[in-house]
């Protein structure tokens, strides 16, 4: 689950049953913060939903050097939080001999969190993985999904270029011509679909970054009708119906 914008904070429970993705600078496509003066102050809706998170869930800080004031401030003034175990307790990942300072090391001393030294993100989850018994697939099975992408590919441009070059015969050809014509289609269009999206979504990035919000919900509609399962979509529809509405 995706939430990239302040206005679906909502969705944030504190039983958190899949993974989620919380972007408190918002989605490109939703006005991203990015200024200093935009990224001061967090949110009140992020607020609350940081702290149903924190109060189930232990913070694990990764690549984060604390330059944020919005989120930084936020932690400070909840310290006691933490403390009283009223928040799981937070643990800091720095790297190697990086110099701890500022508002990370008020943060920790206030709230007597752990600071962990690493040697790259690559074996924090490597160790992250271990402790869970994740098991590293064979070459075979993590190359297997591309593999089966690859051969419907071939397969499909194979059997469309061959029909095309094969005519009709006759009026039973005819009718078998216009069956498999069908197979046909669903095949290019499963291979065309995801770059036909990619498409739609960066076209309505552009026009929302433009002002010209009814064109974007356009497109995005379009994508929604290709997949109709993506929530991103879905949360992006809505977030341009608000900007319409407001």
């Known amino acids: 689950m995706i939430i990239g914008h302040e206005t679906l904070a909502h969705y944030i429970s504190r039983q958190i049953n899949r993974p989620t ?65 009223e928040w799981s307790f937070p643990y800091w990942l720095m790297y190697k001999t990086d110099k701890i300072e500022g508002k990370v090391l008020e943060f920790l001393e206030q709230t007597n969190g752990y600071l962990i030294r690493h040697n790259g993100f690559d074996e924090v989850l490597y160790m992250l993985g271990a402790a869970f018994d994740y098991k590293l697939p064979s070459k075979e099975t993590f190359l297997s999904d591309a593999e089966k992408r690859f051969q419907m590919l071939s397969s499909s441009i194979d059997e469309f270029t061959e029909k095309s070059a094969a005519g009709k015969d006759s009026e039973s050809d005819e009718r078998n011509d216009e069956d498999d014509s069908v197979e046909i289609d669903q095949a290019v269009y499963q291979i065309t679909n995801q770059a036909e999206l990619q498409r739609m979504y960066r076209e309505a990035v552009m026009l929302n970054n433009t002002g010209k919000y009814e064109e974007a919900l356009k497109e995005i509609e379009k994508a929604i009708e290709l997949e109709p399962d993506n929530v991103e979509y879905h949360d992006s ?6 900007k319409l509405n407001s």
């Open 21 to 85: 993705i919380i972007k408190i600078h918002r989605d490109l496509l939703f006005d991203p913060k990015n200024t200093v003066e935009e990224v001061e102050v967090l949110h009140d809706n992020w607020k609350k939903a940081l702290d149903n998170v924190f109060s189930d869930y232990h913070p694990i800080f990764i690549g984060y050097a604390g330059n944020d004031n919005s989120l930084m401030d936020f932690l400070i003034e909840n310290s006691e939080k933490f403390l009283k175990d």
């Open 237 to 242: 529809y809505e977030m341009l119906k608000s």
